[in-house]
Each structure stands twice: as structure tokens, then as C-alpha cells.
């Protein structure tokens, strides 16, 4: 049986890969960082450099499937507050065990191996840069915190019970297989509910209203994080 997924596959890509690049002006069209932004955290975008700038809208984007909410993280570990911000260091896809997997399939053998290796799929460097970065910024003083945890991911996280993780979501663990094209991936992720012990009971609109809280924060250790990587 072949197990190589059909050529349009990679030929959707490349459609969708040249649209983006040929939106952008010359300095742009080779970036050195892509940052996915989740629940509260779409002002980052205001932060950036207004010259060059390009939006793009997502409607516009070819073979762009429909944007859905992301990220919106509950904390099992105790000892986390609403707001603190973690840093993965490791991920497990629960959801996964029912075939909610990004390497479901034909493999695409243009995008690489069949089976990447993802022991590393943080990269530690970039987790270190994060912590140097809280410190310089003077966070370490402050209420919220900085941690490095493990996110578990389902399909439904009500009713999660505490197991041997730190944060429980049911999305942002699918993009990390891009470690297998040799990208350096950092995570990182605020919590924003507190599930221990069945605590958390926040509907969407709390959701975000605890990520504007702790986006200011969150946004000026992104930004650190990224200078950082181009001064280096």
C-alpha cells in the first residue's frame, strides 16, 4: 500500500506559501520567527515595528482553513495562579490516543521523515532565553510568575482530572511537529483557569479577561525573547 500522501497536499502549501511572500516586501520575505498568538493575546501584533508592516487577512489567505479559538489553558499544578505564565518544556497529546494527531495519514514526504523525533521538540536554548529574559525585565519581583511545565492536550478538558502535568488544553500541541524541519520551537502559555481539584468554572468572556490582564507581561517577554535571538 503506498502511505505517501498525494501531491496536492504539498502543492496547497506551496500555493498558500508563495501568496504570503509575494504580499510582502523584499526585507520581509524571509523571517526568521513566526509567532502563533492565542486567547487575549492578539494585541502583541500592535507591538511590532509599524515600518515595514503587512496584514494580511486570514479569508484571504488560499487553502487557509477557518480560524477557531486557541489556547485557552486551565492549571492542574497547585502551586500556579491565574495569570502566571508557563514555559513547556514538554508536551502530551492525549487526544492523540484516539487518532487526533497531526502525522494521521499518507505522510507527505516533501514536509520530511514520516515519524519526526519530537524528545526535544522545546528547544532549551529558547527556554533559557525566556527565563534570562522574565529576570532582566524585572518579573521575578513581581506576583506573577514565571514556571516551565508540561501541557496535556484533549479534544474536551471539562472534567480533567489532576494527573502528572501542569496545564490542560485542546489545542497548541499540534504545531510543534515542526520541529521535525529543524525549527527551533519555543511554547509558552498563561493560566488562565484554575482546574485543580475542579475548581474552574470560567466561561470564554473570563477567558480573555484574564489574558488582557497578564498580556502586557507576556507580550514585553516575547518581545525580549525575539531581540534577544536577533542580537545573538
Not at 487526533?100 to 514526504?109: D, E, K, S, T
Request: charged share 25%.
Amino acid at each position: 500500500m503506498d502511505t505517501a500522501a498525494s501531491p496536492g497536499v504539498f502543492q496547497r502549501a506551496t500555493e498558500t506559501c508563495l501568496y504570503l511572500r509575494s504580499s510582502l516586501p523584499l526585507e520581509l520575505r524571509n523571517p526568521l520567527v513566526a509567532i502563533v498568538c492565542g486567547s487575549g493575546l492578539g494585541g502583541l501584533v500592535e507591538t511590532i515595528h509599524p515600518e515595514p508592516r503587512v496584514e494580511t487577512a486570514y479569508a484571504s489567505i488560499p487553502n487557509f482553513p477557518q480560524s477557531t479559538v486557541t489556547n485557552a489553558a486551565g492549571g492542574l499544578n497547585p502551586g500556579y495562579s491565574v495569570g502566571d505564565i508557563v514555559v513547556l518544556n514538554d508536551h502530551l497529546n492525549l487526544a492523540g490516543l484516539v487518532g487526533v494527531h497531526p502525522l494521521r495519514g499518507p505522510n507527505a514526504n516533501d514536509f520530511g521523515v514520516r515519524f519526526p523525533p519530537l524528545s526535544d521538540a522545546y528547544d532549551l536554548e529558547l527556554r533559557r532565553r525566556a527565563h534570562q529574559a522574565w529576570r532582566e525585565l524585572g518579573h521575578d519581583k513581581q506576583k506573577r510568575r514565571l514556571h516551565e511545565g508540561v501541557y496535556a492536550f484533549l479534544r474536551d478538558k471539562s472534567g480533567m482530572p489532576v494527573l502528572a502535568f501542569s496545564l490542560v488544553t485542546n489545542s497548541a500541541v499540534l504545531e510543534p511537529v515542526a520541529r521535525g524541519n529543524d525549527a527551533a520551537i519555543q511554547g509558552m502559555s498563561k493560566a488562565e483557569l484554575d482546574e485543580y481539584l475542579g475548581r474552574g468554572k470560567a466561561s470564554h468572556e473570563e477567558v480573555l479577561e484574564a489574558g488582557r490582564e497578564a498580556a502586557k507581561d507576556m507580550q514585553e517577554l516575547v518581545k525580549r525573547i525575539v531581540s534577544d535571538m536577533y542580537e545573538a
